[in-house]
């Protein structure tokens, strides 16, 4: 874990990349995607879902009742909206997380075969407990980074349609996701890359390195990398997350049309 800590401090994007490319092929930029596949189709519906749903129950306590005239009420709104949305979905869906996790870590030796083969694996070797190694880090993340994104892109796209209502969906689902995905991802990094340390501890009976839980993590990092190492890799975060936020929103965006305009049954 030390010499992978060591070398992650002189890689850049495109050496990593090609050294994943020489040691292990093309389809090494692939591994763990069917996991990811798997994990984010019931993780982004249940965001949505939730997301909706709570913003509906937090309109009901007075005060937030603002019905876009009182835009701290409905940032207000927004912002818890998304950060309970987050939390729940993460809960509901993270052993998926900590497989993709592993998966995606593993390099020359294949010690973890499959998803079905991880979940076994891993409660084999870490106990059950040791599926949600890591849900706390991934909580402290996931609620900040879902409110950030959620909050941040319907208020930006509220403010922009008011201004200008003749611009395409598109457009602005495109912008507003561009710029909320930033936003989330520099608030949250630090949290995000804790969670993934804490994830890979122990996998495939390594010795563990950190050994003091959330807060250990954090002294280990700042102790043997600087606070620099909490932004390590974000600039790949950010070639990751932004596209990723501006499909999922405009993907949200076109289906919520597609079925407000279908015929009631």
Sequence with gaps: ????????????????????????????????????????????????????????LLKLIPGLQSNGENIGADLCVRLVGGGLAGITAASITYPLDLVRTRLAAQRNVTYYKGI?????????????????????????????????????????????????PQDSTVLVSLACGSLSGIASSTA??????????????????QARVYKTGLLGTYKHIIRTEGLRGFYRGILPEYYKVVPSVVIVFMTYETLKMLLSDCPDN
């Excluded at 994990?39 to 939730?50: C, G, T, V, W």
């Excluded at 980074?145 to 909050?151: E, T, V």
């Excluded at 949250?188 to 009976?205: I, K, N």
């Design 116 to 164: 079905w083969h991880s979940l076994c694996m891993i409660s084999r070797d870490e106990g059950v407990l040791g599926l949600y190694k890591g849900l706390g880090a991934t909580l402290l993340e996931v609620g900040p980074s879902i409110a950030i994104s959620f909050s941040g892109y319907e208020t930006l796209r509220s403010s922009w349609q008011s201004r200008r």
């Design 1 to 56: 874990m030390h010499s992978d800590v060591a070398s992650l401090s002189k890689a850049s994007i495109w050496r990593e990349a090609s050294r994943i490319f020489s040691e292990e092929g093309i389809r090494a930029f692939w591994k763990g995607n069917l996991v990811t596949i798997v994990h984010r189709l019931p993780y982004s519906s249940i965001s949505f879902y939730a997301y909706e749903r709570y913003k509906n």
């Design 188 to 205: 949250t990094f630090p949290l995000d890359l804790v969670r993934r340390r804490m994830q890979l501890e122990g996998a495939a009976g």
